[in-house]
């Protein structure tokens, strides 16, 4: 069975720290996709990114970036210079991909995270 | 092209009564999802479709829940009778078929139904 865990549940810290969200995931698929998204206090669940297994080349998108780690089964998010408009709820997602069968997303609990002025 | 759409985005009633949840996929999207979310549980799938037939429903708490796909466009989740227990947010997601499976093609979520239920 898929999993995702989410260890930390609540972080806050100061604008313009730096700051990483952990994501640990479990599967026995060997292929699989791992996904961000995050939930501001409006609500909704804003996509921010999607891995597959086999592509382990960390990525970044401006004060975001993403680390896989397949030999420690990790998924960890980093903010750079944290804004106040980055707090918000984030969760990680896990789903394997079975050709013809049943797949689903399972997300973790979700890291909130605030920032201060 | 406009996002997940659902409606309504708030809903107050009373135990025992009927709730309708509605919502429309992003055009294109064969794939629509029901989750729910509370502090308790977290986010958790109750169902999903697949060119507007149901293909895994083991997540519907008990048959107080029924959800139906009749087009491509729409969908409903009905509780009836609605319990205390079954307030939570309730998110539709869509997303458009990948060529080898469900699991690679990234959801988009709609804005949720935030559901209280006296």
């Known amino acids: 069975a898929q999993k995702v865990t989410q260890a930390q549940t609540e972080i806050s810290v100061v604008e313009k720290e730096d700051v990483t969200l952990d994501c640990v995931y479990e599967t026995r698929d060997t292929t699989y996709y791992l996904f961000w998204y995050k939930q501001p206090p409006s609500g909704e669940l804003v996509f921010l990114i999607r891995r597959n297994s086999f592509d382990e080349q960390n990525e970044i998108s401006g004060r975001y970036s993403w680390n896989f780690q397949k030999s420690t089964s990790s998924f960890n998010f980093t903010i750079t210079a944290s804004q106040v408009v980055d707090s918000a709820v984030y969760f990680c997602a896990l789903s394997e991909q079975r050709t013809g069968a049943n797949s689903k997303l399972t997300f973790g609990k979700g890291i909130t995270l605030s920032v201060r002025p | 092209d406009a996002g997940v759409i659902q409606s309504p985005r708030h809903e107050v009633t009373e135990m025992g009564q009927e709730v309708t949840l509605r919502c429309k996929p992003i055009?294109?999207?064969?794939?629509l999802f029901w989750y729910r979310q509370t502090m308790m549980r977290g986010l958790e799938l109750l169902i999903y479709?697949?060119?507007?037939?149901?293909?895994?429903d083991s997540g519907m708490p008990e048959d107080r829940f029924s959800a139906k796909m009749p087009n491509a466009s729409f969908s409903t989740l009905k509780i009836q009778p609605s319990e205390p227990r079954d307030s939570a947010v309730y998110f539709c997601a869509s997303h458009r078929g990948g060529l080898a499976g469900v699991g690679q093609e990234t959801q988009y979520f709609g804005p949720g139904t935030r559901l209280l239920v006296l």
């Open positions: 055009s294109g999207h064969d794939y």
């Open positions: 479709f697949n060119n507007n037939v149901p293909i895994d």
